[in-house]
């Protein structure tokens, strides 16, 4: 049985809505109107594995961070939220803690000296991990997260690495956009996927030591 089907048939009711919500398409921002469902004209998708591109200046920095899936939800959920300007309101936060408890949402994080250094937040429905938002609280914290995930989804059979809208931080890494009808071929291929989140044994090297940790918000 595909993955995605224990999360579309949840019985919890928000985690069987939200997830239902995000197989056809839609995704939850609050914009200052309240929690309401998003969709895109133009969707924005991350390559995975091999196709990522991965900008020169940031190579040197990939084995300086420790790898780890969920162990500092709340930590990356605040470290989102940090900012002037944010569509996750205490609402929609409460929801993602609520839905991280479910097993549907998720943080994959980067560590450093053994504090949290950024992460990807994310629901993961199938093949398919749609990414909600990243932060980083040292210097290519966040990059180094996303460059990971997506060796990480092409190791475990996911299909699908849905960035939702597109940006300038997001295009230096070769991420593209297809239509509403593109999307939905390749996101329902994906909900048919059998695909595991969890992390494998030996998947990086330790990370190299650094006496110094540079802090820094996005």
Known sequence: MPTAAVMLNHPDPLTREVARGYAGGGFLMDNGRGLEWYSSTRRALV????????????????????????????????????????????????????????????SFETWQGGHLAGGVLGLSLGGAFVGETMFHAVTH??????????????????????????????QQFGTY?????????????????????????????????SNQIQSSHK
């Open 47 to 106: 390559p995975l594995g091999e196709v990522l591109h991965i900008p020169h200046s940031l190579k040197k920095h990939l084995s300086r961070f420790e790898v780890r899936l969920n162990a500092d939800f709340p930590g990356v959920l605040a470290g989102c939220m940090a900012r002037s300007e944010t569509w996750i309101s205490p609402e929609l936060a409460g929801i993602y803690l609520h839905l991280n408890k479910t097993g549907l949402l998720h």
């Open 141 to 170: 914290g966040s990059k180094v997260a996303l460059v990971r995930l997506s060796q990480h989804l092409t190791r475990r059979g996911f299909v699908l690495l849905d960035a939702q809208l597109q940006n300038s931080h997001l």
């Open 177 to 209: 956009e297809i239509t509403p009808a593109e999307y939905a071929v390749q996101l329902r291929r994906a909900l048919g996927k059998d695909a595991d989140l969890s992390l494998l044994d030996g998947e990086w090297p330790e990370p190299e030591r």
